[in-house]
């Protein structure tokens, strides 16, 4: 049994410049990661939904990057404005957001 209700993992891989498969990291992950876990701590939900930052989840091809569980919904391109998005109808609603889903015909 997980500690957690939901674990967000958001990829924060760093490629060099000019690789061609590009990174997370120069996608903004970060800013979503940052803005994610201030909602997730403001909304009192720290001890239920845990925001990681994670290393290569090897699909930086459509980064940034985030896989939410149990549920096992990745999402694609997304950034700091969509992190309110995510939050409120993925986490609190447990609505996947369907314009940012990264489809299995997708992944490498």
């Known amino acids: 049994m997980s500690l957690y209700e939901k674990h967000v993992f958001v990829c924060e891989n760093q490629r060099p ?4 498969r590009g990174c997370c990291a120069s996608k903004g992950a970060s800013a979503f990661t940052s803005a994610l876990k201030q909602m997730v701590k403001d909304a009192g939900l720290s001890k239920k939904v845990r925001v990681n930052k ?7 091809a459509f980064g ?12 694609r391109g997304v950034t700091a404005d969509d992190a309110k998005e995510v939050f409120e109808q993925h986490i609190l609603a ?6 940012l889903r990264l489809k299995r015909a997708e992944k490498n």
């Open 17 to 20: 410049e000019g690789d061609p």
């Open 94 to 99: 447990g609505l996947p957001v369907e314009r």
């Open 54 to 60: 994670s290393g290569c989840l090897d699909q930086c």
């Open 64 to 75: 940034a990057v985030v896989v939410v569980y149990p549920e096992g919904v990745w999402y």
